[in-house]
């Protein structure tokens, strides 16, 4: 069973700091998806990584993929407030089937 | 272009009774899904589909059955409501082949059962 963790689950920080989330995935795969929710708000896609190796950058947010550690990381430079939202990521079981994390939920205060 | 919609937006039920949670998609896509988003829990898949008149399960499809009768429309019913299926409920849908890869996801419907 495919089992994804999000780690930590909730960060606070301050405007101006960098910071890492970290997502570990139990099997194989190496598709992996980056998603964001705000409050009350549907999810919006960030990143899609789709091989080992893979890094996606989009302002201040930039995701890797490591397939062969199952590990992806979504990297925050310089924070700022808009950025406060739930992140999520997912990895595709190989048959289009997402499994998600847990979520992290990101609160950047001045 | 509307993308994914779902309807309705806000529901209430009581225990044992019944409803339908309507998907519908303008992007001609093939896959479709359905999820619940418990707090702290993430989304889970409840059904999903890979094409017109083919369902299969997800994760967690007990209490809940789906029809896709038509591309564009993707059901999920509650037969018998119970508390447990108090939840927010996101519809996605997906092109099949390769780009673009991600799902893209509907605003939600918030169901409380009592």
């Known amino acids: 069973e495919l089992k994804v963790e999000q780690n930590p689950l909730f960060l606070s920080m301050q405007e101006g700091k960098n910071y890492t989330i970290y997502c570990n995935y139990s099997?194989?795969?190496?598709?992996l998806y980056w998603y964001r929710q705000d409050p009350g708000k549907s999810l919006e896609s960030l990143f899609v990584?789709?091989?080992?190796?893979a890094v996606k950058q989009e302002g201040r947010l930039m995701a890797s993929l490591d397939t062969k550690a199952r590990l992806s990381t979504l990297h925050i430079t310089a924070a700022v407030h808009d950025l406060s939202a739930t992140y999520f990521c997912a990895v595709d079981m190989g048959t289009d089937k997402l499994i998600f994390g847990t979520g992290t939920r990101l609160q950047v205060f001045p | 272009n509307a993308g994914v919609t779902q309807t309705p937006k806000f529901r209430v039920l009581k225990t044992g009774q019944s409803m339908t949670l309507l998907c519908a998609q303008d992007m001609n896509h093939e896959y479709m899904y359905w999820y619940r988003q418990d707090p702290g829990m993430g989304l889970r898949l409840i059904h999903y589909?890979?094409?017109?008149?083919?369902?299969a399960k997800g994760e967690v499809p007990d209490g809940y059955n789906v029809s896709r009768l038509k591309k564009q429309n993707f059901l999920l019913g509650l037969e018998s409501a119970a508390p447990s299926q108090t939840s927010v409920y996101f519809c996605a849908s997906k092109a099949s082949g390769y780009y673009p890869y991600e799902q893209y996801f509907g605003p939600g419907t918030r169901l409380t059962v009592t």
């Open positions: 589909s890979v094409g017109e008149g083919t369902t």
């Open positions: 990584l789709l091989s080992n190796g």
């Open positions: 099997t194989t795969s190496d598709r």
